[in-house]
């Protein structure tokens, strides 16, 4: 057949530009990225604050979980109001909240004072990822959703890498107080550009190529439901067990995060500085597959869940079978390598998905249910690994009962999959996708 005169045009047109990308993606990704450091770094000072403070480790164990009282509170209805408001004015405050506790924890001395800090810190940041579900539903097409997910996620480890040990410089080169209201700045900052360079929605954004706004419109709901009211999607039963598949996967994640450097010292007989070393590789690989994940599973015609469940089975299996290998330091790596390719490798696919089933006017309440739900799990988890490890052997005696958690998450992200997700859906969706639109 002839190529017509508006095929010849379309293929010599100019690329659709990417601001999506490089202005709305990149600032949330800033922004969980400074979120996550504010929330993280009192574990860098707590040491120096028990010795200043003269705070008994009970007491500082008070202190450290006193954000998550807040930060489960907030889930669903930040959520809610983002949905039913405005997912940029939920941020900005969110963020303003964070900068102004953060520096604050730095500026107060008395515990019950940061106590309150923490806990308003954790109400301020729960509010930010269900908000974060809008913008990536209205922001970003359906194919590159898994991609725009996971570059938020990988504020997680780079977080770890970075923000961390720039914390413990400035404690040693200032102070904790210091080095609290210096990390506590950046989040005024973001929220001053966020609120200049983002609009809520592509519509409404003036500066936004109208050829790329076309392609956000014509993509976005592809693979989205219906909408509803949020009580018509607490009777569903995928949304309740989105929860349960979730709270499964993070008992596990916490769980393998919180113990992995004691089980590394296990069969480690280097010191504390190898273990560190060690104890990084893991989280370095995954963050690879994370990438690699999300882009598989945004190309691929077949459900999301079965990537989801596919992970979780590495993790799992992993598991176990370094239950039963012996104390070869490399053997052991390699399977906790593994374990972590299962955990965190499919984060992104799994976020997409998992806003594929609720209905997107109700996405920002339903990913902060589920949220909520999972973030249990960080309770769980530690406390399962202590209960069933043998008496004298150390965590990794009871690290395989992970491996049972995760396989009952992959085995629910395969019911899910098998039950709600149409076999020809993806097919058709990655068929009539346009391979110009795809970020490389």
């Known amino acids: 057949m002839a190529e017509s005169p508006t095929g010849a045009s379309a293929a010599t047109a100019s690329p ?10 990149l600032l949330l990704f800033l922004i969980y990225l400074v979120c996550y450091a504010d929330r993280s770094n009192i574990s860098i000072a707590v040491p120096d604050m028990v010795e200043q403070l003269r705070l008994s480790g009970t007491v500082a164990g008070v202190l450290l979980s006193a954000f998550f009282w807040g930060y489960v509170i907030t889930q669903i209805p930040g959520g809610w109001a983002a949905n039913r408001f405005s997912p940029k004015k939920v941020i900005v405050i969110s963020l303003i909240v964070v900068g102004i506790t953060a520096c604050a924890t730095g500026l107060t001395s008395d515990y019950t004072s940061l106590l309150a800090i923490r806990f308003t810190m954790g109400l301020a940041e729960g509010a930010v990822f269900p908000s974060f579900a809008v913008m990536f539903l209205r922001w970003f097409p359906s194919l590159e959703r898994g991609r725009a997910v996971s570059f938020t996620q990988y504020a997680l480890p780079v977080s770890s890498a970075l923000m961390a040990p720039l914390a413990g410089w400035m404690i040693d080169v200032w ?19 966020f609120w ?9 954004d003036r500066r936004l190529d109208p050829r790329e706004r076309e392609l956000i419109l014509r993509e976005r709901d592809e693979e989205t439901s219906s909408e509803s009211t949020f009580l018509e999607g607490l009777r569903k039963p995928v949304l309740w067990a989105l929860c349960l598949t979730y709270f499964l996967w993070i008992t596990g994640m916490y769980a393998f995060g919180l113990w992995l450097p004691s089980v590394i010292s296990q069969f480690s007989a280097a010191g504390i500085g190898a273990v560190g070393w060690l104890t990084a590789l893991p989280y370095a690989v995954a963050a690879v597959a994370l990438y690699l994940f999300s882009r598989a599973s945004d190309k691929s015609s077949h459900s999301r869940g079965w990537f989801v ?15 039963v290998v012996g104390d070869a330091v490399w053997t052991n790596m390699t399977l906790l390598i593994l374990t972590a390719i299962g955990i965190y490798g499919a984060l992104g696919t799994w976020w997409t998905w998992a806003l594929s089933k609720v209905p997107r006017n109700q996405a920002g309440a339903s990913i902060g249910l589920i949220n909520l739900c999972g973030n249990f799990g960080g309770i769980v988890g530690p406390i399962l690994i202590g209960a069933v490890s043998a008496p004298g052997e150390g965590p990794g005696s009871g690290f395989y009962i992970l491996g049972f958690v995760l ?9 899910i999959a098998v039950r709600s997700d149409g076999p020809a859906a993806r097919s058709r969706l990655v068929a009539a996708a346009e391979p110009p639109t795809t970020p490389r």
Do not use: C, E, S
Not at 196 to 204: C, E, F, K
């Open 175 to 193: 102070n904790y107080r210091t080095m609290f209201i210096l990390q506590g700045l950046p989040a005024f900052f973001l929220a001053l550009a």
């Open 407 to 415: 396989l009952g998450a992959a085995v629910l992200a395969a019911v």
């Open 196 to 204: 200049l360079l983002v609009a809520d929605d592509p519509v409404g």
């Open 16 to 25: 659709v530009p990417k601001a999506r990308w490089t202005r709305v993606g």
């Open 309 to 323: 469940a596919g992970a979780m089975t590495i993790g799992g299996l992993a598991l176990l079978v370094q239950h």
